[in-house]
């Protein structure tokens, strides 16, 4: 049921809806890492941790993807292959997340976009690619696919929080 202001929830995702999601923020990580590389390596140490790592290793495997229905009740992801998603999810979670929890994902979603930024300064194509791919991600997340989103305990789910008008 469509009502007016609010978006109708999604189940399974579309070819383009991922290939939206997974190539911009794939292009964000890449685009970041190599920036900070060609700048100075050691400090790409610690991007790894909160992008590479980050983002599999908590966000998928701790704290969003265990309370995803479009994973446990559709069989489907927006931001991997299923098939590896459901790997890196040991056992489903219903509770909402701890306030520990929430400080990690918010850690994790203003680091990536904002980390790299000082060493991609000295290179504005690298730059200007990287802030590109950076609001197709967030701005796709926040405007469209936020509001389309069964997973009501993301801090970032704005289908709940859209007031009908
Ligand atoms: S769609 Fe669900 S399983 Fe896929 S990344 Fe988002 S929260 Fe995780």
Redesign the pocket.
Known sequence: MKVKGQCSLTGK?SLWEKIYAQSSFIAMGVIGTIGIILEDWIWVIPYMAICWYGIPGI??RHL??P?????HEYG?????P?TI?KWL?KKRKTAPLSAFEKFLFYLIFILIPTYPIYWLMSNPILLSAFLLTASMWYLGQFFYFCRR?R?KE?PFNRATMTRIK
């Open positions: 995702f966000v998928m969003i993807c309370r995803c229905p479009h994973l489907d992801c927006l931001q991997a299923p998603s999810v989103c997973v993301c």
